[in-house]
């Protein structure tokens, strides 16, 4: 086990510069999840963490040692493909084992190693199958196993359950998370599934465009997104943005929106009059009241649980969460408030979060 | 049950039944046979026919000109007491293998070269090319020309350096006559097995690489661990073609040295032409090329075990 420290990492591919200076710490058994959008440079900064890919400036340190230069066997990490990177001549034993044959190790000692961790993952009586013989389910599972036969200090897992159906991921998620509380072997997780960051992480590292975003618990990153972009990746369905300007109205504060509609609010992050702003306020957050914003009610799909229901408002398309058994129809009209509680308010330009004062 | 079992029964009851040929022609089990059929005439008419006819001829005195008769044996009890015989069973054999080996360690270099991130890549890969897609007989008759006794380029350039003092004479010494015509088979083939092997190696996912380089396998350990192993199903395919070609190669031979000097480079196909189309001894030749066919169905059945699908490749369960 190991902390490890990524500073001032970037890297650039030719002329092209696909991470922009990243920092970030992970503590020492920390399960830490990088979440973005494909493209964001999560897999490249993972791939640098490995040693696939060579680090253009900063310095990546792993239990405290600069490991920039070192080959990834000298790194003591080990990597789940998302494609699990099975081998697909050898058995699921000799898979597991397959570190350990290359560094020599006596074949009880392999074959000891292979059974505690089949054990732990449940594979004892897969193990003379050949990876076409699996489930993607049991593919995963052995491409786990042969992360946890090498005991490493760190674990990489590359969108590990992208392949799986949407079941058997969510059964996997769970696997997982028990496997880290049980091994507490410091993990490196990357993703561009916000639940599986939200449900999985200890610490959520939330990239855009190759940079950070923000770095938090998962939380206290659905609770105070550090931006825009934060506010509407995380959390499912995406938080609701209303842009428009602010004004206060007969001494209280109001957001109107292009068309003229006003959102009437309970604190305003400043005072002054006609400055624009972005108001972010999440689904279940946004109530259907007597008064408020005018809504025009589009798609309506019950969940059982909870009620979707997408609205057209002042020229913004809105989802709306609601757990009542309130059923409208298309075309009904609704009237909208956001929780004052609940509220988000991003600069207009920047998309930086605003405190309300 | 019952009624499932009994329903076609009692529907061929009530619709007339069809004629014998016309089930035949509809019946599944038979359509398959139909539509192999115009494959299989081809297959025999030109393949099996001539061979049988081959075979039936090296049992014959035929000559040109003369439809012969059945003698039995004669031509091969003959053909083993031939001197140049033997001599051409042995170079065959030693061309084959030479030549083979030769082609499959160059050709694998290639492949695992090209398969690297290398500038001009697609450039490269088509140089390489160049021999396969030569005309064979054009690039012997170049070989006959880099070998010939005078105007060897070979002997020119080493005589300007100043190494040598005469000629080189390639193709009218014995044992240099048979390492350059080995020398040119091993040129025109190498493209063949360097492209295939290639293809094969593309198959393999670079995740996998990734992974077994994370596991700490060196690049010698990822080559004999996962290349290797993944790529043996080609390889079979690759080196029982390069050597079917190879044993049965007759235009280097022919163009280069037509089987001299005195037969040190016939080959099996060389001495069988000279025999029976030179010679005008068809039999005899027919005898020379039907003993052609042992050995290359050993290749052939030697390769059939190395392709059997190992138990990796297959898939379902267990």
Redesign the interface.
Known sequence: MASVDIVGVRKAFGHVEVVHGVDVTINDGEFVILVGPSGCGKTTLLRML???ENVTSGEIRIGGRVVNNL???LRD???V???Y?L????TVGQNMG??LK??KAPLSEIAARVAKAADILGLQSLL??????LSGGQRQRVAMG?AIV?DPQVFLFDEPLSNLDAKLRVAMRAEIKELHRRLATTTVYVTHDQIEAMTMADKIVVMHNGLVEQIGAPLELYDRPANQFVAGFIGSPAMNFLKGTLNVIGGVPNLTLADGARVPLVKAPFSSDGRPLILGVRPENLLVAAEGLEAEVGVVEPMGSETQIAVKAGGHALICLIRDRLMPKTGDMLRLLPEPAHVHFFEADSGRRIEAS | MTSLAQSPSAKSASVRAPGAAARLMAHRDWLGFWFMLPAALILISLLVYPLGLGVWLSFTNATIGDPGKFVGLDNYSWILGDATFLHSIVFTLAYTLIASSIKFALGLYLALLLNKRLPFKALVRSIILIPFVVPTVLSAIAFWWIFDAQFSIISWSLIKLGLISHNIDFLGDPMLARACVIFANIWRGVPFVAITLLAGLQTV?P??Y????????TPW?NFR??TY??LTPIIAVVMTFSVLFTFTDFQLIWVMTRGGPVNSTHLMTTLSYQRAIIGGSLGEGAAISTSMIPFLLAAILFSWFGLQR?????????
């Not at chain 1, 003379?128 to 013989?133: G, S, T």
């Not at chain 2, 190992?310 to 267990?318: L, N, P, S, V």
Request: hydrophobic residues 35%.
């Open positions: 490995a040693g696939l080959p990834p066997k990490i080990a990597m493909f998302q494609n990177a081998y697909p001549h050898l397959f570190s290359l560094k003379e199958r050949y990876p076409r013989q042969r090498r | 996912s995740s996998l990734e992974a077994a380089t994370i596991d700490g396998a350990q661990f996962i192993p993944l190992r138990k990796w490749q297959q898939g379902g369960q267990a």
